[in-house]
């Protein structure tokens, strides 16, 4: 069993940058980051294989958010610049013990991750 436990989130102004991060108390093969939204199905975000370093991204924020990894302190980070309004949500941070999560990231399901967090709010308002 690996716990998450999420922190940085906050409300911000559009334009404006918020940094998430993740402490998890294991090792897992495969991490992301998942949103959502009041009304709205959980969707991924950002995923990253912690052996490589490999990312994957959502095409919504790609080139706006880098996700990252500190594997000394087995956490994960979650940098993300020129927030939307529409990049209110919800965050949560996901873990899976194998890397077929990330495989399935960008066409998969919330299901494919196996330990989760318990959120962060971001709001971006206009």
């Known amino acids: 069993q690996v716990q998450l436990v999420e922190s940085g989130g906050g409300s911000v102004q559009a334009g404006g940058s918020l940094r998430l991060a993740c402490a998890a108390s294991g090792y897992t093969y495969c991490m992301g980051w998942f949103r959502q939204a009041p009304g709205k199905e959980r969707e991924g975000v950002a995923a990253i294989y912690t052996g490589g370093g490999t990312t994957l991204y959502a095409d919504s924020v790609k080139g706006r958010f880098t996700i990252s990894q500190d594997n000394a302190k087995n956490t994960l980070y979650l940098q993300m610049n020129s927030l939307k309004p529409e990049d209110t949500a919800m965050y949560y941070c996901?873990?899976?013990?194998?890397?077929?999560?990330?495989?399935?990231?960008?066409?998969?399901?919330?299901?494919?991750?196996?330990?989760w967090g318990q959120g962060t709010q971001v709001t971006v308002s206009s």
């Open positions: 996901a873990a899976d013990p194998y890397t077929v999560a990330c495989r399935r990231f960008r066409g998969g399901s919330p299901s494919d991750f196996t330990y």
